[in-house]
C-alpha cells in the first residue's frame, strides 16, 4: 500500500527563497543541497500542486534517493504517489531499497514492475544484488530466467551480478557456468568466483582461479588469504599475505582470524603488534580467538588493552570478554563489565543479557543472575534458557522447573539446549522421574530428537542417582555410538555404588575409545582403592606409566580485589605461604575438635601409610584456597572457589564444617557444578 507523508513546513533557507517565483519552479529541486532543503521543496511542490508534474515527482525521488541524502522514508512516499511511474522511477525505487538493506522491499516492487513493464539492464543487477543478500537463490534465478527471456542474460552487468549472487548463495557451479559463458570478464567476476570457491571451502579451486586472473586487486589477495586461513592451511594463507603488493586492513584481519582459529596464538599477536593500523574487528579476533582456546587471562588482558587506546567495544567484544570471566569465574570483573553495559546503555534484551545471566551463574552470583532474568522485559529463548541451566548448575531445580513451566505457558517455545538445561536440573538434584519425564516431553510435544548431549544427561542423571544397570541399558540402546563422556558418567557412577562389574566394562570401552582420558584411570583406581584391591591399584597404575598418563593436577582459583590467585596441591609459591599453612593448621585443629576423621579411601596408588594419606589430603588445593580466603575475604563476604577438577569426598565434608565452624558462606564451583556450602551443609545434599 503506497501512504504519503504529511509534509514539513514550506518555509524555505535564504539561498532557496531569494529567487523563488510565484509559482513553483522548478529550478529549485536543481538547488538542492540537503535532505532538509529537499523536503522544503517537497512540501511547496504538493501545496503548489507542481508534484503532479511527472519530472518533479521523478527529480524528488532521485534526491531522496541519491548517496548525499539516502532518504528511503520519503523516497518511498514520493514514489508511492506517482500514479503509473516510469521505469527509471522503479529503478531508482528498487535501488535505493537494496542499498538500505531493505531487500525484501526491493523483490515486492520488482513483482509489481513485471506486472507494468519490461525491466532493463539496470533493473535487473540490482534485483539480484538483493537476492545475494537475501541469499534467495531461486528468486535469483527466476530473475536469471528472465533475464534470458527478455534478451539481457549476455548483458555485462546483469552476468557480473549472476556471479556474485549465485557465489554468495553457495551455487558455485552455477556461478562458473555463468561465469565461463561471459565474453568480457571484469575484475569484479573474477574477485567474485574467487569468493565463492573460499565460501564453499573449495580453497584450491579458489587458487587455480586466482593464477588465472590477469590482474588482481587488494580483494583479491584478502579473499584467498580469508579462504586459506579458514580452511586451516595458515602456512599457505602466510605465504599469499607475504607476496601481497599492498596489505590492506582486511587482509591483515583475516591473516590474525586465521591464526587464532588455528591455534597459533603467538604468530597472532606478533602480527597484531607489527600492524601498522587497528580496528574493533582486529581486537574482536584476538579477544574471540583467546576465548575460544580457553585463554581467558589473555582475552581479559586484550580487552582491556582495547579500553586503554581508546576503542568502544561492541556487542561481540562484550559478549567474549563476559565469556571469558566465566571461564575463570572473576566475578568483580564480570560486574565491571556489567556496570560499563549499563552506563554506555547497551540493551539486555538480546544475546547481551544472555551473556550476562550466564556470566553470574558460572561465577557463583545466581542471585544477580535471576535479577538481571527479571529485569529484562521481553525475555527471548535465549534468557530463559540461560537461567534454567544456570539454576541447575546451582543444584536449584525446583526454581528452574518452575521457570521451565513458565516459559512454556508464556508461549516460548523450548529447543534442544533448553531440554540440556532442564534434564541437568533434574541431574544435580537426583530427580530421577523428572528427569525421565522431560526426556520424554521433548520428543513427544515438541518433536525434538534427542542428541549425544541429552542422552549423555540421561545416563549421567541415572548414574548419579544409583542405577547403573539402567543406565548401560540406555547407553546399549541409543541409536548412536556412544562418547567417551557417557562411558566416563557409567564409570563413575559405578564408583559411587561400588558396582566393580560395571566399572569395569565402563573403563573398557572407555579405554577402546579414548586411551588419553586421565580421569578413566584415576577413577577405575579409586573402586580398587575403595574395595581395598591395592594390587589392581598398581596395575593401573603401571598402564598409566607405559601409556605416559599422568593426572591432571588438581588446582583451585579464588579472586580477590580484582586478582586471581591460583593453588596447585601442596603449592607453596605464593607470597602469604606462611600465613596460608598456619591458617591451615589451624583449620585442622578445629576440624579435629569438630570430630572430623578424614576419608582417605579415595587417596591414590600406592600411598600405604594412613598418616601420608592424611597429609596428602590436607595439602589439596581447594583448601589453600579456603585459607587464602579466610585470611582475606572480608567477613560476611562469600568466599568464591573455583576448582578444575571434581571435589573429593573428604575436601566435601570439612569444607560443610568449616562453613559452620568459621561462620562463612564457601561457593565452589567444580568440574560438574556448584556447591553453596553454609551453616554446615551444602546446597547438593552431598550429591554430586
Not at 508511492?80 to 522511477?89: E, G, K, Q, T, V
Not at 528452574?400 to 534442544?416: D, I, T
Request: aromatic share 8%; glycine share 6%; with cysteine.
Amino acid at each position: 500500500m503506497r501512504t504519503a507523508l504529511p509534509p514539513p513546513p514550506p518555509s524555505l533557507p535564504p539561498h532557496l527563497r531569494r529567487d523563488l517565483p510565484r509559482d513553483f519552479d522548478f529550478s529549485l529541486l536543481l538547488n538542492c543541497r540537503t535532505a532538509r532543503e529537499t523536503r522544503q521543496v517537497h512540501a511547496l511542490s504538493l501545496k503548489t500542486g507542481a508534484f503532479d508534474h511527472p519530472p518533479t515527482a521523478a527529480k524528488l525521488l532521485a534526491l531522496y534517493a541519491a548517496p548525499e541524502i539516502n532518504d528511503l522514508r520519503h523516497a518511498r512516499s514520493v514514489f508511492d504517489r506517482i500514479p503509473h511511474p516510469p521505469l527509471p522511477s522503479w529503478n531508482v525505487i528498487i535501488k535505493c531499497c537494496v542499498e538500505n538493506r531493505h531487500s525484501h522491499d526491493a523483490l515486492c516492487l520488482f513483482r509489481e514492475l513485471v506486472g507494468e513493464c519490461t525491466p532493463d539492464g539496470f533493473t535487473l543487477p540490482c534485483v539480484i544484488k538483493g537476492c545475494a543478500r537475501l541469499c534467495a537463490v531461486e528468486e535469483g534465478k527466476q530473475v536469471h530466467g528472465l533475464a534470458l527471456k527478455i534478451g539481457l542474460g549476455s548483458d555485462k552487468f546483469v552476468e557480473s551480478s549472476l556471479v556474485s549472487m549465485y557465489s554468495k548463495c553457495g551455487c558455485i557451479a552455477s556461478a562458473r557456468k555463468v561465469f565461463d559463458g561471459m565474453d568480457d570478464k571484469d575484475l569484479v567476476c573474477w574477485n567474485a568466483l574467487i569468493d565463492g570457491y573460499a565460501r564453499c571451502g573449495e580453497i584450491e579451486r579458489a587458487l587455480e582461479v586466482f593464477n588465472e586472473m590477469p590482474e588482481r586487486d587488494a580483494f583479491s589477495w584478502t579473499v584467498l588469504v580469508d579462504g586459506l586461513s579458514k580452511s586451516g592451511k595458515v602456512e599457505a594463507a602466510r605465504e599469499i599475505f607475504e607476496k601481497m603488493p599492498s596489505r590492506s586492513l582486511v587482509s591483515w584481519n583475516a591473516m590474525i582470524n586465521g591464526y587464532m582459529k588455528s591455534g597459533y596464538f603467538n604468530s597472532a599477536r606478533k602480527l597484531f603488534e607489527d600492524m601498522p593500523t587497528r580496528d574493533l574487528i582486529t581486537w574482536n579476533s584476538m579477544i574471540a580467538g583467546y576465548d575460544l582456546n580457553g585463554r581467558f587471562k589473555e582475552a581479559l588482558d586484550m580487552f582491556n588493552s582495547l579500553l586503554k587506546e581508546g576503542f568502544v567495544p561492541n556487542h561481540a567484544t562484550l559478549v567474549c570478554a563476559l565469556s571469558s570471566v566465566s571461564g575463570l569465574a572473576t566475578l568483580s570483573t564480570g560486574s565491571c563489565i556489567h556496570s560499563y553495559m549499563v552506563k554506555n546503555e547497551h540493551p539486555l534484551d538480546g544475546v547481551l543479557g544472555t551473556s550476562l545471566i550466564e556470566m553470574y551463574s558460572k561465577c557463583g552470583s545466581i542471585e544477580s543472575a535471576l535479577a538481571i532474568f527479571h529485569s529484562i522485559s521481553k525475555k527471548k529463548l535465549g534468557h530463559w534458557t540461560a537461567i534454567i541451566v544456570g539454576l541447575g548448575m546451582h543444584g536449584m531445580a525446583s526454581p528452574a522447573l518452575q521457570l521451565f513451566a513458565e516459559m512454556r505457558n508464556a508461549g516460548v517455545k523450548p529447543n534442544a539446549i533448553t531440554f540440556v538445561g532442564v534434564i541437568n536440573a533434574c541431574n544435580h538434584a537426583g530427580l530421577v522421574d523428572h528427569g525421565r519425564h522431560y526426556f520424554e516431553m521433548m520428543q513427544k510435544e515438541y518433536g525434538i530428537e534427542p542428541t549425544m548431549e541429552h542422552y549423555g544427561c540421561l545416563v549421567d542423571l541415572l548414574c548419579r542417582a544409583g542405577h547403573v544397570k539402567e543406565a548401560k541399558y540406555v547407553i546399549n540402546t541409543m541409536p548412536m555410538k556412544p562418547n567417551k563422556v557417557m562411558w566416563m558418567s557409567l564409570l563413575s557412577g559405578s564408583r559411587i555404588q561400588g558396582n566393580q562389574k560395571v566399572g569395569e566394562y565402563a573403563a573398557q570401552h572407555l579405554i577402546e575409545l579414548a586411551p588419553e582420558t586421565i580421569g578413566c584411570y584415576v577413577v577405575l583406581s579409586n573402586i580398587y582403592a575403595a574395595a581395598g584391591k591395592w594390587d589392581k591399584v598398581s596395575q593401573v597404575r603401571e598402564m598409566m606409566k607405559k601409556k605416559g598418563i599422568r593426572k591432571e593436577p588438581g588446582c583451585s582459583s579464588i579472586e580477590h580485589e580484582g586478582m586471581l590467585h591460583e593453588f596447585l596441591v601442596g603449592d607453596k609459591s605464593h607470597p602469604q605461604t606462611e600465613q596460608i599453612y598456619s591458617k591451615l593448621t589451624e583449620m585442622r585443629e578445629k576440624l579435629k575438635l569438630a570430630g572430623h576423621v578424614p576419608d582417605t579411601s579415595q587417596v591414590l596408588l600406592c600411598i600405604e601409610e594412613e598418616e601420608e594419606r592424611e597429609t596428602e589430603l590436607e595439602n589439596h588445593s581447594e583448601r589453600l584456597a579456603i585459607a587464602f580466603g579466610l585470611i582475606n575475604v572480608y567477613p560476611g563476604s562469600p568466599i568464591r572457589i573455583m576448582k578444575n577438577l571434581r571435589v573429593c569426598n573428604d575436601c566435601h565434608s570439612i569444607t560443610k564444617l568449616l562453613s559452620r565452624i568459621y561462620d562463612r558462606e564457601i561457593i565452589v564451583r567444580d568440574n560438574s557444578r556448584f556447591h553453596h556450602f553454609k551453616s554446615g551443609s551444602c546446597s547438593c545434599n552431598d550429591f554430586w
